[in-house]
């Protein structure tokens, strides 16, 4: 017998006012269709949508949804940051199962489906994947790759290609609420609660409404929060690097002193090459001092225990 269980679905919303009234109704069809269809076991479903302080009309499109519609709205005082939103609307989640999916359907809600059939069978995630990259760009698609084969290189835990289009039973949820950190790196942490999970793969759609928000900007500042949470291997390059450029300082000493007793009369007196290596080293050390400041710069976020977001307000369910 399928177990029975209520659903909730966290959208996190920014300046989406030409897509949320696509993807609303269409997403209500859909889980309207999982209800009426025996295998899912699904009771209910709520849709949460958290608008990211957007500066467009998305709140009172959120709010005119709630007055009819299975729909919870939450207002963030700010732009948080998607991961952020995504969270605000998983601690105000309650049901049983909760799935995230991004506001432009670009996720193959068809997907939806295989994950709650994979809950039924005793999945506590079930995590989409993308199949292929076909519709990026050459630029876009070389730099996803390089950056997933860092991160595996760093010891993180990270799914290739899955994002943030997942299904998560209320234990699993539980867990994950129950980490305290301020930069908390969804995508990293979720696959490293370690309860019974299944990758489900999709085929990413076009963007049909409105325009991307995530930009190039959002997206280095989420990789480097990727990295620097999940790993010290950073601290560790810069420690070996200064380690070896001592050594070559200890080599260079010995090759001054055999030139100038040697070669004194072919050397110009103070050689202009030396500017090269001073500047190089300089160089060096600020780029390690800025490793070194990033996991400062999250310690002290983390020491001062501020909140993620700040709901401004919330409509009725």
Excluded at 8 to 22: G, L, S
Aim: net charge neutral; proline share 3%; hydrophobic share 45%.
């Amino acid at each position: 017998m399928n177990k029975q269980y209520l659903l909730d679905v966290v959208i996190p919303c920014y300046c989406e006012e030409e897509t949320i009234p696509h993807t609303v109704p269409e997403l209500i069809n859909f889980l309207n269709t999982c209800i009426k269809s025996s295998e899912f076991g699904m009771q209910s479903f709520r849709l949460i949508l958290v608008d990211d302080g957007s500066k467009d009309r998305t709140w009172s499109i959120i709010k005119d949804f709630t007055e009819k519609l299975p729909v919870k709205g939450i207002k963030l005082s700010r732009n948080y940051g998607h991961q952020s939103a995504m969270l605000a609307g998983l601690t105000i989640a309650d049901a049983d199962v909760v799935l995230t999916i991004d506001a432009d359907l670009q996720d193959d809600i068809s997907t939806i489906g295989e994950m709650l059939k994979a809950y039924q069978e005793g999945v506590d995630l079930a995590l989409g994947v993308r199949s292929s990259r076909g519709n990026d760009s050459v630029i876009k698609k070389s730099t996803a790759i390089g950056y997933y084969k860092l991160m595996r290189a760093m010891g993180v835990n990270i799914i290739e290609d899955h994002a943030d289009f997942r299904l998560m039973s209320r234990r699993s949820l539980d867990v994950l609420l129950a980490h305290q950190e301020v930069n908390l790196f969804l995508r990293g942490v979720i696959p490293s609660i370690g309860f019974p999970t299944k990758i489900i793969h999709y085929e990413r759609q076009d963007r049909e409404f409105g325009e991307t928000k995530y930009t190039l900007r959002k997206m280095l500042g989420l990789a480097i929060n990727g990295i620097t949470s999940f790993s010290v291997v950073p601290l560790r390059f810069v420690a070996f690097t200064g380690a070896a450029f001592s050594f070559a300082a200890f080599v260079g000493v010995f090759w001054v002193i055999i030139v100038r007793v040697f070669f004194y009369g072919d050397v110009v007196p103070g050689w202009a090459s030396i500017a090269l290596p001073i500047l190089f080293l300089g160089g060096v050390q600020l780029f390690s001092l800025g490793i070194v400041g990033e996991y400062i710069g999250k310690i002290y976020l983390e020491v001062k225990k501020r909140p993620r977001f700040v709901i401004e307000a919330t409509t009725n369910d």
